[in-house]
């Protein structure tokens, strides 16, 4: 079982950079694929970007490549998303998830969600 809280959200402006953290308990975390997902009013929650359990591997939309860096920390049960250069369409929900299996964007769901922080960015 993996329990997983987000922190770091919050109100930027266009241009700016906000690191988002995933703490998650359970020694299993570090066994797992992890990611982010985000939901903006009206729309349908996306994929953003997914790392494998070891760090090997990225994945990212096109939407976020270049300017989102996903990473992870095993030994601190930690996943972050560095987000620069924030639009106004960043604006959303951004929920960590992890899951045994790797997912990268397409049919697969992660099992394993957080409760999400809001990121909020003005033009």
């Known amino acids: 079982q993996v329990q997983l809280v987000e922190s770091g959200g919050g109100s930027v402006q266009a241009g700016g950079s906000l690191r988002l953290s995933c703490a998650a308990s359970g020694r299993s975390f570090r066994t797992y694929a992890m990611g982010w997902f985000r939901q903006a009013p009206g729309k349908e929650r996306e994929f953003v970007a997914a790392?494998?359990?070891?760090?090997?591997?990225?994945y990212y939309a096109d939407s976020v490549k270049g300017r989102f860096t996903i990473s992870r920390v095993n030994a601190k049960n930690t996943g972050y998303l560095q987000m620069n250069s924030l639009k106004p369409e960043d604006t959303a929900i951004y929920y960590c998830?992890?899951?045994?299996?790797?997912?990268?964007?397409?049919?697969?769901?992660?099992?394993?969600w957080g409760q999400g922080t809001q990121v909020t960015v003005s033009s």
């Open positions: 790392i494998t359990w070891n760090g090997a591997m990225t």
């Open positions: 998830a992890a899951d045994p299996r790797q997912f990268t964007g397409g049919g697969l769901l992660p099992g394993y």
